[in-house]
């Protein structure tokens, strides 16, 4: 496997990535992979670049805007659109590239971006496949449901104070991703699992990750549904990979929003013994999850009836 940073613009920003190439391969097909909240590329993708790069495709990883080694202010700030544009630039970029299969460009994306991967294959028929890991699809119940009824009702308070002060210009409050207290300071994700488990892949491979965001950013999150977008997939193969387990993303919303994707050639994986973050702290789940998605990927690009066959075929 070879490797080289890569770097486009994005609505007036950079935003820096690593392009991983299999040793040999001509014009492989191409997957386009960003991470969840908080994330910077070195979080848990890597891993999956490898299973991908093995099976014979090229994968563009990136930092979105405001995060890692990308530009873009205010730092931290995640605003769930801004993110799918980076991931269409994203795509517009691989276009240029002239030693991949342009005509099989596909997104992959984790947790939150594992909803913004199938935004992105509704909005953009330049993307010929999708697959998720986890997905975040709703993010009003995901909310209230990580929360509970008096941490939700305390956030929301918060946000609203947050809303009047940035009517006054004010900047958005700063808030922590998660936290090992979570009865005594207010988080995005109220888990001291999350906090523990992120802290230390940040010290182990990911020094660039910031445990924190904009307050605002919860806003946006709980104006998030994927749903009608999920419904306009008719064309566009599509794996999803969930938990079992799930108490993070819940399962149940997950398998809803797989549902309604009406294009046939779907896959939905269940995976036995993990959770949301059993995957980032257990290598043998996420090779549960990751085997699974390669082999996927494997017989729709590469299988003796490959539907995405290569485009000189």
């Keep these: 496997m070879q490797t080289q940073d890569i770097e486009f613009n994005s609505s007036g920003d950079t935003v820096r990535g690593t392009l991983y190439m299999p040793d040999g391969a001509e014009n492989p097909p191409l997957v386009v992979m960003a991470g969840g909240w908080c994330y910077v590329k070195e979080i848990v993708m890597p891993y999956y670049a490898d299973d991908f790069v093995d099976i014979g495709c090229a994968c563009l990883v990136f930092d979105y805007r405001r995060f890692g080694e990308s530009d873009g202010l205010p730092r931290q700030h995640i605003n769930p659109w801004d993110q799918i544009e980076d991931y269409r630039n994203a795509v517009s970029f691989a276009k240029t590239l002239d030693n991949i299969d342009t005509d099989r460009i596909g997104v992959w994306g984790i947790s939150y971006s594992g909803g913004h991967a199938l935004c992105v294959a509704a909005l953009d028929s330049r993307v010929k496949f999708a697959l998720s890991v986890v997905p975040v699809v709703d993010g009003f119940p995901t909310m209230r449901r990580c929360h509970g ?37 207010i988080s995005s994700w109220p888990f001291p699992h999350v906090c523990t488990i992120f802290n230390d892949i940040k010290e182990r491979e990911a020094p660039n990750h910031i445990h924190e ?75 549960k999850v990751s085997s699974a998605q390669a082999n996927w990927l494997r017989d729709l690009l590469f299988g003796p009836e490959a539907l995405l066959a290569k485009a000189a075929e």
């Design 213 to 287: 965001n904009t307050l605002e950013s919860v806003e946006l999150l709980m104006q998030y549904d994927v749903m009608p977008y999920a419904k306009r997939i008719y064309e566009t193969p599509y794996m999803m990979a969930i938990a079992k387990g799930d108490n993070i993303t819940s399962a149940d919303l997950e398998i809803d929003v797989f549902n309604a994707v009406p294009c046939p050639n779907k896959e939905l994986a269940i995976v036995e013994g993990v959770d949301h973050m059993s995957l980032y702290s257990n290598n043998d789940h996420l090779e």
């Design 149 to 185: 009824e008096r941490k939700f009702a305390a956030i929301q308070k918060l946000i609203l104070e947050d809303r009047e002060a940035r009517q006054r210009g004010e900047p958005s409050q700063m808030i922590a991703m998660s936290t090992t207290d979570p009865d005594n300071e």
